[in-house]
C-alpha cells in the first residue's frame, strides 16, 4: 500500500511539473515581443506576430492583409479594425506593438 501510494505521489508531482512547464512557455512569447521593445505592425512578420499572446497564424496573416489593404497601421488603435482582434485582446496586446513608418524611425504608442 505504501509503495503505491509513493508511486501516485511522484506521478502526481510529475504532472504538476509539468504543468508548471506549460505555464512558463505561455508566457514566453509575451516576454519575446517586450524583451526587443514594441513589435512594429508595419515591419512585422507572421511569425514575429505570432509571438504576441493570443495571434495565432490565421490573424496574424490578416494583419498582414489589412496593413497591405490600408497602406499601413498609421495608429496602433488601428488594430482592432483586423477580424478577431476587439477592444479585450487590443488591450494586452498594446504595451507589446508600435507603430511607425520605418523610413523617419519616429514611432506612435
Not at 506521478?11 to 508566457?27: D, H, K, N, T, V
Not at 495571434?55 to 479594425?81: C, H, P, Q, V, W
Request: proline share 4%; aromatic share 2%.
Amino acid at each position: 500500500m505504501r509503495i503505491l501510494m509513493v508511486v501516485l505521489l511522484i506521478l502526481g508531482l510529475g504532472i504538476a511539473a509539468e504543468a508548471g512547464q506549460g505555464r512558463a512557455r505561455s508566457a514566453t512569447p509575451a516576454a519575446k515581443a517586450s524583451a526587443s521593445g514594441p513589435l512594429n505592425l508595419n515591419t512585422a512578420t507572421v511569425s514575429q506576430l505570432e509571438t504576441l499572446p493570443g495571434i495565432g497564424k490565421s490573424t496574424a496573416e490578416r494583419i498582414l492583409e489589412y496593413r497591405e489593404k490600408s497602406g499601413g497601421f498609421k495608429k496602433i488603435e488601428d488594430l482592432m479594425n483586423v477580424r478577431g482582434i476587439g477592444e479585450k485582446n487590443f488591450l494586452k496586446l498594446k504595451p507589446l506593438v508600435t507603430v511607425s513608418s520605418g523610413k523617419s524611425g519616429s514611432a506612435e504608442q
